[in-house]
T-cell receptor, first 115, second 110 residues
Framework: DTGVSQDPRHKITKRGQNVTFRCDPI?????LYWYRQTLGQGPEFLTY????????KSRLLSDRFSAERPKGSFSTLEIQRTEQGDSAMYLC?????????????FGAGTRLSVL | AQRVTQPEKLLSVFKGAPVELKCNYS??????LFWYVQYSRQRLQLLLR??SRESIKGFTADLNKGETSFHLKKPFAQEEDSAMYYC????????????FGTGTRLQVTL
């Protein structure tokens, strides 16, 4: 197991285009998180899945953003009609459970540049 | 609302000098706090968590509820400690999401 995997590592797109990112968590981790990190800031929580259920969404997640985890394994994050303000590093994290087991392991991230 | 403050963007120390990276938090519940580290060209990784009370790579951090602080300390800095350090607070809600500070870049020079 090589840890949390994210694809692509970099994405350059034009304003108004749709983009989709993929995250493969550590196997058997039932919790999956998406965070966004802009320059000079720490990661900010976007959304959380427990298995296939999306249980919490940040108000940062506008209706142009949608995330899925259809079979409780990998997850996708789609941004529709991208804007320049969407340019950021998108991080995925997974964890094995709650309480003492809830250590979040991060992927390398997908860097999005919207031109 | 929960908040994590790291007042220093950059901390530059000489090799062998003591290091203290400051972290203050604001949270109404019982906090669970972490330090994450990001070395150059690597992913964010957990350094330590307060409930473990362990020392990792010579670093320790003590939760001070009275001062709402969780400062990261190391008695003797090494070159390989140069990295970006993030303090994070985990909420006790269903999601157990992390709230991060803005990070402190530690630069250890010879």
């Amino acid at each position: 197991d090589t840890g949390v995997s994210q694809d692509p590592r970099h994405k350059i797109t034009k304003r108004g285009q749709n983009v989709t990112f993929r995250c493969d968590p550590i196997s058997e981790h039932n919790r999956l998180y998406w965070y966004r990190q802009t320059l000079g800031q720490g990661p900010e929580f976007l959304t959380y899945f427990q298995n296939e259920a999306q249980l919490e969404k940040s108000r940062l997640l506008s209706d142009r953003f949608s995330a899925e985890r259809p079979k409780g394994s990998f997850s996708t994050l789609e941004i529709q009609r991208t804007e320049q303000g969407d340019s950021a590093m998108y991080l995925c994290a997974s964890s094995p459970g709650s309480g003492g087991k809830n250590i979040q392991y991060f992927g390398a991230g997908t860097r999005l540049s919207v031109l | 609302a929960q908040r994590v403050t790291q007042p220093e963007k950059l901390l530059s120390v000489f090799k062998g000098a003591p290091v203290e990276l400051k972290c203050n938090y604001s949270y109404s519940g019982s906090p669970e706090l972490f330090w994450y580290v990001q070395y150059s060209r690597q992913r964010l990784q957990l350094l330590l968590r307060h409930i473990s009370r362990e020392s990792i790579k010579g670093f320790t951090a003590d939760l001070n509820k009275g001062e709402t602080s969780f400062h990261l300390k190391k008695p003797f800095a090494q070159e390989e400690d140069s990295a970006m350090y993030y303090c994070a607070l985990m909420s006790t809600g269903t999601a157990s999401k992390l709230t991060f500070g803005t990070g402190t870049r530690l630069q250890v020079t010879l």
